[in-house]
């Protein structure tokens, strides 16, 4: 079956460092993968989307990357900053299922120390 | 972009009861989805709520515990029947953005805790 795994440890950053986020996936070849940020008491709000055919999407301070032979996607914060501390949902569509069924990763916690 | 509002924000309740969560949506959608996330856990799709349609639900959830409602295109209410101690969880409803359905918005949610 489908598996999606993100780090499950914490991830503690000094504010104006590059966050790093993995997503890995198995037994399946997605078509385009999602980030979603997730605040405590509120529902996922997405971020970037990226296409299998896309090696990187970028905004604002936000990139995100998608090697399809490794089945990994990173996403990356720059300059972060204490606001940018969240967890952080990976996606992918579900497999034989409409476009718009996603499964979800557990998240990775981002804390940003000023 | 859409403005969904769910209610109840949270609740309690006593186990065996009932709870109707309600989600009003701002716009006509086709499909509303409904999420449940379990402490420690991702999201997990329990159904897929059509307009005019019975609700399609995924492995392990059935109507009997979770019915579905969908009057119209901007409306959706999940119920969580005869609760028990693990039906606690944050029930989510979320409607797939226009002109972009592979991605989705998100109620802010419902924190259920069963006692």
């Known amino acids: 079956s489908q598996k999606i795994e993100q780090n499950s440890e914490a991830l503690n950053i000094q504010e104006g460092k590059t966050a790093t986020l993995t997503c890995n996936y198995t037994n399946y070849s997605p078509a385009y993968l999602q980030w979603y940020r997730q605040d405590p008491g509120r529902g996922p709000v997405f971020l970037l989307l990226?296409?299998?055919?896309?090696k990187e999407k970028r905004k604002e301070r936000l990139k995100v990357t998608f090697d399809t032979t490794l089945k990994q996607s990173l996403f990356h914060i720059t300059a972060s900053q204490p606001a940018d501390s969240a967890t952080y949902l990976c996606a992918l569509e579900n497999y034989g299922g409409a476009t718009n069924k996603l499964i979800f990763g557990t998240g990775t916690l981002l804390a940003v120390q000023p | 972009s859409a403005v969904i509002s769910q209610k109840p924000s949270r609740d309690i309740c006593q186990r065996g009861t009932s709870l109707t969560i309600q989600c009003q949506v701002d716009s006509q959608v086709t499909m509303m989805f409904w999420y449940r996330q379990q402490p420690g856990q991702s999201l997990t799709l329990i159904a897929t709520?059509?307009?005019?349609?019975?609700?399609?639900?995924e492995s392990g959830f059935v109507i009997d515990k979770f019915p579905i409602s969908r009057p119209n295109l901007t409306f959706s209410t999940l119920t969580v029947s005869n609760m028990s101690p693990e039906d606690s969880s944050i029930y989510l409803c979320s409607v797939p953005m226009s002109g972009q359905s592979e991605k989705l918005f998100f109620g802010s949610g419902t924190q259920l805790s069963v006692l």
């Open positions: 709520a059509n307009q005019g349609s019975e609700a399609t639900y």
């Open positions: 990226i296409r299998e055919n896309e």
